[in-house]
């Protein structure tokens, strides 16, 4: 089975602070994705990457950056937290172009983030 | 562009009921599409999906149809259990053109009572 962990569940942190979401995958997926949850509005797409050292910007990268040093590490990084970045997110990967199923993404449980 | 959109929630039913949440999409290629469940303070885990038209995807006692005539692909179950309690999100993926990234909807929360 395809796992996706992240480094925590849960998260409280100060405005200001810089603050990292690690998210690891162990099938040598080739794509990752970070999305926030948010009531009502569903999952956005932060950040993605096809490669290592490759990224590319979602709906909403304000406020945020990536680092994909290794291929089944997917870092999200928020420079100066600030309470609107209060949510849920969520990590995913995916096998890519190649494979039977190349576009399922499979999820981490989340990381409930919480800015004070 | 390319978009889902979702029945709203909350859905509220008895145990044993049938169930069906609608999804239509707009899309400007051939997507693949998808149903994801999120159980409470879990992730999303894919509950079934479908790569052309005419596919019917199932899992768990769940279907769904990919119906291009119509945009839609909607969620249906004959039975439901207290276990269904849930949040579904709809999506579509676009590989070719889009790398594999999913469009999602916005979900609807289904809530099962005894």
């Known amino acids: 089975d395809v796992k996706v962990t992240q480094s925590s569940r849960y998260l409280v942190k100060r405005t200001g602070e810089k603050v990292f979401l690690e998210c690891v995958q162990d099938?040598?997926?080739?794509?990752m994705f970070w999305y926030r949850q948010d009531p009502g509005l569903g999952l956005r797409l932060i950040y993605f990457s096809y490669d290592v050292k490759m990224k590319e910007k979602g709906d909403i990268p304000e406020g945020y950056s990536v680092s994909r040093e290794k291929k089944e590490r997917f870092s999200l990084i928020l420079e100066s937290a600030s309470t609107n970045q209060t949510s849920m997110y969520l990590c995913?990967?995916?096998?890519?172009?190649?494979?039977?199923?190349?576009?399922?993404?499979?999820f981490g449980p989340g990381t409930r983030l919480t800015v004070l | 562009g390319d978009s889902v959109t979702q029945m709203e929630g909350p859905v509220t039913l008895s145990e044993e009921a049938f169930l069906t949440i609608n999804c239509t999409y707009t899309?400007?290629?051939?997507?693949?599409l998808f149903w994801y469940v999120q159980y409470p303070g879990e992730g999303l885990q894919l509950l079934l999906k479908a790569t052309k038209a005419d596919d019917k995807g199932s899992n768990k006692g769940f279907e769904a149809t990919y119906r291009k005539e119509t945009t839609s692909f909607h969620l249906e179950k004959g039975s439901v259990q207290v276990s269904d309690s849930a949040v579904y999100f709809c999506a579509l993926s676009l590989i070719y053109n889009q790398g594999g990234k999913l469009i999602f909807g916005q979900g609807t929360e289904l809530s099962v009572k005894p």
């Open positions: 995913a990967s995916s096998l890519g172009m190649t494979g039977e199923s190349p576009d399922t993404q499979y």
């Open positions: 899309a400007t290629g051939y997507p693949s």
């Open positions: 099938m040598d997926h080739e794509n």
